[in-house]
């Protein structure tokens, strides 16, 4: 039986979109901070792309679990192949993580989840002083962590593209 050299459609479909929808995300979210005068704008993008980064997180992950991902290449270092892995499920868990607490931290706060005109995500958490105080900074450092863990990635991702050229990169950048 032949082993899969590329990832799923599905996969690569949901791993370039949100690429996007997460780097935008993280402008926005700082923008948000730095700006008074788009601020009211900025949180209008960012909560509806937050839970839409939540459902498709939940599509990735059940993806993965259900289609392995192709191999790594064989002479890989078994310390690469270790921080490849504990970084996509860190990935991943950043993907779950952010969104929820986002809401939780709104709910907290008594702020209203609004999506859009008319549609408000119901609270997840009740209303407590004390738990936004602890939730809002953690956000933050969430979101600095995911740049982290990006950056991490994509420096991964242009080694195996640039430098071993083993096949990595194309088994997301490409199909079969």
Do not use: C
């Not at 609004?114 to 407590?128: A, C, Q, R």
């Amino acid at each position: 039986m032949s082993q899969r050299r590329h990832f799923n459609l599905l996969a690569r479909a949901l791993h370039w979109s949100m690429a996007v929808a997460i780097l935008a995300m993280l402008f926005i979210g700082a923008g948000m901070v730095a700006s008074l005068r788009y601020r009211e704008q900025l949180i209008d993008l960012h909560r509806p792309l937050g839970l839409a980064i939540l459902l498709l997180a939940i599509v990735r992950l059940a993806n993965r679990l259900r289609h392995a991902p192709p191999p790594l290449p064989a002479d890989l270092p078994r310390l690469q192949k270790l921080a490849a892995t504990l970084s996509h499920w860190l990935l991943y868990a950043l993907m779950l993580a952010m969104p929820l607490i986002g809401w939780a931290m709104l709910s907290a706060g008594a702020y209203p989840v609004v999506l859009f005109d008319g549609v408000n995500l119901p609270p997840i958490l009740p209303h407590s002083p004390a738990l936004y105080g602890v939730l809002r900074p953690l956000h933050g450092v969430l979101a600095y962590l995911l740049f982290l863990v990006i950056l991490g990635h994509l420096g991964a991702a242009l080694f195996h593209a640039w430098v071993r050229r083993d096949g990595v990169f194309e088994q997301m950048a490409k199909g079969e």
